[in-house]
């Protein structure tokens, strides 16, 4: 028998021992053990964590949104802009957002 021979033999007989012997078994249970680990850790997927990055990244538009939106009419205020909030003047201003529309309460003759 040649030594490559011998040496390719010895490495089959010493793999064969490991997959049947206790190294199989310590291996077994590292894995349980690690999975155990990184279940109490909470961890998440990359695909909840890409998700929850996107909802992030949606969320800080409309923040900047809102606050360029806030320092609009800030503006406005401090220069003493009194237009109507519906007049074409006004970018910010929607006739469909009820919250820019300002009605009187109706008045009650009952009183």
Excluded: C
């Excluded at 909802?55 to 609009?72: G, N, S, V, Y």
């Amino acid at each position: 028998m040649d030594r490559q021979a011998f040496f390719d033999d010895l490495q089959h007989r010493v793999l064969g021992l490991l997959r049947s012997g206790p190294a199989a078994d310590l291996e077994r249970n590292l894995k349980a053990l690690l999975a155990q680990a990184f279940q109490r850790l909470e961890l998440v997927t990359r695909e909840e964590f890409d998700l929850q990055r996107e909802l992030l990244a949606r969320t800080r538009d409309k923040l900047d949104a809102l606050e360029a939106q806030i320092r609009h009419l800030e503006a406005r205020q401090h220069t003493g802009h009194q237009g109507h909030p519906d007049s074409s003047s006004d970018p910010m201003a929607s006739s469909e957002n009820p919250s820019t529309t300002h009605r009187r309460p109706p008045d009650n003759p009952q009183h």
